[in-house]
């Protein structure tokens, strides 16, 4: 079976497509940069295919004979709904390494579709939102009556350009929460609290992360909110950000903030892949007052990505699951996310 990592010249992509090509794997890789495509591939000695995701008819043939894709190019918010529809017609499995809830959303919305053409729609493949995802389903498991659901992790790795160009689009928007089983847009920074995530408690807030959208599905939970930690300097600066957010969401405004990541590294350093683990937890609470809280260490973000985006694809191909759309845990189980436990 033939399998393709499209963006396979970004960040994150060339970094799983080279633990594929450790793993003794043979992805075609794919993106619309003929000279980077090409110079990966011949460094890699990989198939390579170069299509543009405008580009339809092209796109459609290059992925006929092609079973998965770990779709990796982003803003997705852009490149997931023409790779998607591409996937419906010609009958291929996909899966991505979104964050982005209008992206979750999208899938979700294409359910029936893609179990009328035995296609899985499964995004969210990668750190975004696997680990999550699985805290998730397994505090479903241990309290099954839970009506609420907040989730968190805490990273000291550096975001990769293509992280943060999603990051700095999705500005204007604001937050996001789920609430009695709908998504909200609220205030940046709209709630914070105090959380140990597992290194010492934190001061925290509120960020619109994939799981408003993928632990509802994941688990029924109705209500859903996702942290990380910040400076009390931080939130205050977001929440004065709140006033000017309608000036974010102009394209002009977005390019001239992507200009300024283009200036910084292109992701996490050597040693951070290696070095910064990532602490993720979990509180279900049920109408009694019943708590149950999940703790975990994961690897650094960007290399669990990597690694989630092979997995994934190597189970799709394995197991051949009917097609619809999954989250990671509905797909592979709740226990994918102990493939990449760190002792550190």
Partial sequence: MKW?????????????????????????LAGRNSEAIHRLAGELELPSVVVDLTDTQALQQALADIDVVVHCAGPFEVTAAPMIEACLATK?????????????????????????????L???????????????AKLKQKLPDATSLTLGFDSASRMSRGTAKTSVRRLGEGGAVRH???????????????????????????????????????????NIEVYIPASPNLVKKLKRLNWLRWLLRFEFMKKFLEKKIEQ????????????????????AKNDKG???????KVMNGYKLTSFGGVDVAQFIMAQQPQGGY???????????????????
């Fill in 180 to 222: 009695n089983g709908k998504i909200v847009t609220v205030p940046l920074a709209y709630h914070t609290r105090h959380i140990d995530f597992g290194n010492g408690e934190k001061f925290a807030m509120t960020i619109p992360w994939g799981d408003v959208s993928t632990a509802y599905y994941t688990s029924g939970i109705p």
């Fill in 92 to 120: 291929t499995h996909y899966t991505d390494i979104t964050g982005e809830l209008g992206v979750f959303e999208y899938a979700h919305a294409q359910h029936q579709r893609a179990v009328d053409a035995g296609v899985v």
């Fill in 4 to 28: 393709m990592i499209y963006g396979a010249n970004g960040y994150t992509g060339t970094l799983m497509a080279k633990h594929a090509k450790a793993q003794g794997l043979t992805p075609v």
């Fill in 290 to 296: 019943d708590v149950e809280t999940l703790r975990i």
């Fill in 326 to 344: 999954y989250t990671p845990s509905l797909l592979c189980g709740a226990d994918l996310v102990e493939k990449y436990y760190v002792d550190a």
């Fill in 264 to 283: 910084q590294p292109p992701g996490p350093s050597d040693k951070q892949l290696e070095q910064a683990i990532t602490f993720v937890w979990g509180e």
């Fill in 122 to 136: 499964c995004p969210g493949v990668g750190f975004d939102v696997i680990p999550t995802d699985c805290v998730a």
